[in-house]
Structures are given as structure tokens and as C-alpha cells.
């Protein structure tokens, strides 16, 4: 009676950094959840494996080659779109470096990507919710894949930390600027999760060791955690939940 259903059905989600990882995880999971999918990556290939999956649950799947640091392309990719009604806003990366030796280059990247990048396309993206007359009444979700480190310092992590604390500003800034077209923006901030880009930093023993005495859960999360958040915040399970973050931390920022 009270339970509102995590269906997506005739819903067309789009997703970024789909290819591996994190992306790939939330796009998969969104489809079993009934939705049709546009996915972009940098990687054909990538692109290609996870299109066949998500065909197996009958969704519809549309995929694109594209540098979401390149405005103009993702402005075309969005504009050939019939309607979006979800954007799992989640390309970014990371270079660990020491405050002190941060390179120009790693900043100015970092910045184009994870801030610039997500503003774009999240812009962009609700313009397109827009043109659906009834988007009051259907409601849209905008989820920017921040991070623990969007909410608490780190090691090496100083320009991460500065990309994703911004990310949560933005978040709230526009799920105030949204509310009143029923378009719901939130963050979904992971821990360390066993990914193609984390797993080289965790091949060091003594960095996961210290990684999992930070977790009070003691153990990496799942892509699965972090899916299984994204598809409650895209769906109407979560319809009075805006302009905030749902920590998939196992702990860490409790403490």
C-alpha cells in the first residue's frame, strides 16, 4: 500500500562513462529496471558489450561515442534525443598526487571533466526534460556521481575533493533552481569500489589495508551498492528526495 515501485518502465535514461565500471553497472541496472538507455563512452567496443546486455532485458539502448569534455558533440548526442527523463551524470577521474605536486595539466583536466563537464551536460540535459509538456507531472532525476571525498578530505586527493565538494554544491543549487518542474537532483557518493580505475591504486597492499580500516563495514563496495542507489534516486521511490546525497560509504564519513 505504501511500497512506490522502483519501475522505470517508458523511461529513457542517458549515462555517461557507460562503458566501464561504475557507469556501465548503472546503465545495466537501469534497464532492469524497465528503462530505454543512451549511453556514451570514449570506447566503441565498451559501448557494444554493454548494449547487448541491456537488449536482454527488451530495453531499447542507443549508444554513442563521445569526449563529454567536448561540448559541441555532447550538445548533438542530447539534441538527437527524443525526450530524456534521467541523467546519471557520472564520467569523471582522478590523478592521486601530493598537494604540493599537482601538475597544471592534471588540474585544468580534472576541472574540464568532473566539474565543467557535468555542469554541461546536466544543463543541457534538463533543457531537454523541458520540451516535455507534462514533465511536471512525470517528474525527471538528475544524479551526479560524486564521491565520500565530495564530503570528507583525503590523502592525495586535494583536486578530487575541490571536483566533487563543488559537485555537491551544484547539486543543491539546482535541485532548488528545479523544483519547481519536478526535476529531483541528488549525489550518490560511493566509497572504494573495486572498478577498473580503482583497482590499480588497490594492488598496494598497504593502501588497502589502510582503505578497509577506514569502511566501520570492513570490505569494498559492490558495484551493485552503487547501481542499486542510482536506480531508488531515478525512480519514483524517491519522488520528495532532491538537492541531497545518498552516501554508499559503508561507514566512512560517520566516523
Known amino acids: 500500500m505504501y511500497l512506490k515501485k522502483f519501475n522505470l518502465k517508458n523511461k529513457t535514461a542517458l549515462v555517461t562513462g557507460a562503458g566501464k565500471g561504475i557507469g556501465r553497472a548503472c546503465a545495466i541496472a537501469l534497464a532492469e529496471a524497465g528503462a530505454n538507455l543512451v549511453i556514451i563512452s570514449r570506447t566503441q567496443k565498451d559501448l557494444d558489450k554493454v548494449s547487448k546486455i541491456i537488449k536482454r532485458f527488451k530495453s531499447k539502448c542507443t549508444s554513442y561515442v563521445c569526449d563529454v569534455t567536448n561540448y559541441q558533440q555532447i550538445k548533438n548526442v542530447i539534441n538527437k534525443q527524443s525526450k530524456i527523463d534521467i541523467l546519471v551524470n557520472n564520467a569523471g577521474t582522478n590523478f592521486p598526487e601530493h598537494f604540493t605536486k599537482v601538475k597544471k595539466q592534471q588540474l585544468d583536466y580534472m576541472i574540464k571533466l568532473n566539474t565543467a563537464s557535468t555542469f554541461h551536460l546536466a544543463q543541457l540535459c534538463t533543457l531537454k526534460m523541458l520540451e516535455s509538456k507534462n514533465r511536471k507531472k512525470i517528474g525527471g532525476s538528475i544524479i551526479n556521481m560524486s564521491s565520500q571525498m ?68 570492513g570490505r569494498l563496495g559492490d558495484l551493485s551498492d552503487v547501481a542499486t542507489a542510482v536506480v531508488f534516486l531515478a525512480s519514483d521511490a524517491s519522488s520528495m528526495i532532491t538537492g541531497t546525497s545518498l552516501l554508499v560509504d559503508g561507514g566512512w564519513t560517520a566516523q
Open 150 to 217: 565530495g564530503h570528507v578530505g583525503g590523502p592525495i586527493r586535494s583536486v578530487y575533493n575541490m571536483t566533487k565538494f563543488g559537485l555537491e554544491g551544484l547539486t543543491k543549487g539546482m535541485a532548488i533552481d528545479l523544483a519547481k518542474s519536478n526535476i529531483r537532483v541528488n549525489t550518490v557518493c560511493p566509497t572504494f569500489i573495486l572498478t577498473p580505475m580503482t583497482k590499480k591504486f588497490l594492488k598496494s597492499k598497504k593502501f588497502k589495508k589502510t582503505i578497509l580500516n577506514n569502511i566501520p563495514l
